[in-house]
């Protein structure tokens, strides 16, 4: 079957969407065809919160989160002052940009910055969404900060990233630009938060406000999305035509059948309603990080009420007998920048029997369309799955935990002191007392990770959440331990940085299917950084996030394991690769 089967040679401006579904054609058809006699579509436009839930307070944030079906065109009509700011960011002579945001207001950006690099005659964007000090000074030392224009984004204006990283980098500011250092600061946050008192407080050079009935994941063509690709260089306004193309592809007037976005959501919905849940990304390497977007608008989405897609992002390719009967495969192909072994490899997995999902991206500003699409496709498989689509309470769960033991550092001066399991040379081993009985006595590093990894049984997918700062050599292990397990144990595997993932996958790992194994990696800090203001550190902070992960997840059964490195990251994350080698190593 296919969607939006225009030829894509003659219409560069518009993706190509095509499916293959397998056995499950006929379902996905009905599925469709029911979906056009309810007059799905329509009540969607219409705004009608009874397509995700019938609780009066679950629709209340419904209605107050459907903002992002008409944000492209009120871009348009505005687009004067995004043009106007670039042009100013241009004429002050700023070569960089560091956007200090978390999840919604930092990920789009993200995709904006490694998918168009450094444009000519426009500064150089960074995003910073760690609290890791290392991560934070690496940061520090790629930027000229008398050059700089630091963008403090956040919707709510309270979220405690971006409010410590304003406080420690406009203290930086300070230094060197002196009572000016507010025309080097820009605020992107709804109008009357926290954050909009302290721009105006601290002379910001501008404030862009958010839009309140969008959800931050959904923020992609807002402000949030459209300010800093404007500031780097990014022609919006082709990019916002391009995403009304495809807002009007997907319109109320279009049949659920032929409407790209609804009938991706069907795909979507009805492929995991027969078990294949793990929503497996392949994206040309050009246009790569459009997967972490994708992972936060899916996972955060439906990752909720023991339900929910399980959205597998960056994972490296293998042979097609190392995946089981729980994938879905989406390729989303850059026409410009394709790799021949990923269109071998999907084309293999297809006439294994899995279901494809193929997407050809024909222009880099076509990603305008993609953010529309799959919005569009996330609250439809949204609705299917019988979830709301637009809330997080897992997220402020994790975030109350934190709370708490930044209390008791302020109360004690210390975080509350915690017994490990087990000590192997300068690894130490944590987890509660339902965990531990799971790892039978275990007395080294290999004996807790086989215990551990024998736990994943079919249908699971494992985790692996790291609060480390992300090198190359560290991504690297990761990435082969990822290999390690997905070859062996023939399950999805994800990859998230602390506190980034807190913000996107967090949600679905407490609030979704109970089918997660979680190893979760921290590691003592190399140097810290104390916050202006505040009286912990970045290395409190984040040691405080990942603990409050770790009872999140502990207070909702989740099998999950710490394993605390020293100093020596690389080292350590290298002993874990070895671990996970002879744990997985078939039997002589």
């Known amino acids: 079957m296919s969607a939006n089967s225009q030829d894509p040679s003659r219409d560069p401006g518009m993706n190509h969407q095509t499916f293959s579904v397998g056995s499950s054609d006929e379902v996905v058809r009905a599925a469709l065809d029911d979906l056009q006699a309810k007059d799905f579509v329509r009540g969607l436009w219409d705004r009608d919160p009874a397509l995700w839930h019938e609780d009066p307070a679950h629709q209340v944030i419904i209605r107050n989160a459907l903002g992002w079906l008409t944000v492209s065109e009120e871009q348009i009509r505005d687009i004067s002052r995004l043009q106007a700011f670039a042009g100013e960011v241009k004429a002050a002579g700023f070569t960089h940009i560091l956007l200090l945001g978390m999840g919604g207001s930092s990920l789009c950006p993200e995709v904006f910055r490694m998918t168009f690099g450094v444009i000519p005659g426009y500064p150089e964007l960074h995003v910073l969404d760690s609290t890791v000090p290392s991560q934070v000074r690496s940061f520090e030392e790629r930027v000229d900060l008398e050059r700089t224009l630091c963008i403090v984004a956040s919707k709510s204006g309270s979220t405690t990233e971006p409010l410590v990283f304003q406080k420690y980098f406009f203290e930086r500011m300070r230094r060197v630009r002196g009572d000016r250092a507010g025309e080097n600061f820009i605020a992107i946050t709804d109008p009357g938060s926290l954050l909009e008192g302290l721009a105006r407080e601290l002379r910001f050079r501008a404030i862009f406000p958010g839009t309140p009935d969008i959800g931050g994941r959904y923020a992609a063509l807002s402000n949030f999305g459209m300010v800093p690709a404007a500031a780097m260089g990014v022609d919006v306004e082709a990019l916002l035509h391009r995403a009304e193309r495809m807002r009007q592809g997907c319109a109320s007037i279009v049949p659920a059948p032929d409407n790209p976005g609804i009938t991706l959501g069907v795909v979507l919905a009805t492929l995991a309603k027969a078990g294949r ?256 203001g505040e009286p912990y550190s970045f290395g409190t902070l984040v040691t405080a996030q990942a603990l409050g992960d770790m009872k999140s997840l502990s207070t909702r059964n989740r099998r999950v394991l710490r394993i605390h490195l020293g100093r020596d990251v690389k080292a350590g994350v290298g002993r874990i690769l070895k671990a996970v080698e002879v744990a997985l190593a078939p039997p002589l």
């Open 277 to 532: 849940d793990k929503v497996t990304f392949v994206i040309s390497p050009a246009i790569s990080d459009l997967g972490a977007w994708l992972e936060q608008l899916i996972a955060e989405s439906t990752g909720k009420e023991g339900k929910g897609l399980i959205p597998v992002d960056d994972e490296p390719l293998g042979e097609t007998h190392v995946y089981d009967n729980d994938r879905m495969f989406v390729y989303i192909r850059y026409a410009d920048g394709a790799v021949p072994e990923q269109d071998s490899m999907v084309d293999a997995l297809q006439s294994a029997g899995h279901p494809v999902v193929r997407i050809d991206c024909m222009n880099l500003l076509n990603l305008g369309q993609e953010f529309f699409r799959w919005e569009m496709a996330t609250a439809t498989a949204g609705s299917l799955l019988g979830v709301n689509a637009f809330d997080q309470p897992n997220v402020q769960e994790s975030k109350e935990f934190t709370k708490f033991y930044l209390e008791e550092f302020k109360k004690n001066g210390r975080l509350p002191e915690e017994s490990p399991v087990m000590t192997d040379g300068d690894v130490r081993l944590f987890t509660d007392d339902a965990n531990r009985q799971a790892l039978k006595g275990a007395s080294s590093l290999v004996h807790a990770v086989t215990a551990h990894l024998s736990r994943v049984q079919t249908g699971d997918y494992v985790a692996i959440n790291a609060y480390l700062e992300r090198t190359q050599a560290v991504h690297g292990a990761l990435q082969s331990i990822r290999a390690l397990i997905r070859d062996a144990k023939r399950v999805g595997t994800t990859l998230g940085y602390g506190p980034r993932f807190l913000h996107s996958t967090g949600q679905l790992h407490k609030g979704g299917p109970n089918s997660g194994v979680f190893l979760q990696v921290t590691a003592d800090q190399s140097e810290d950084l104390d916050i202006p």
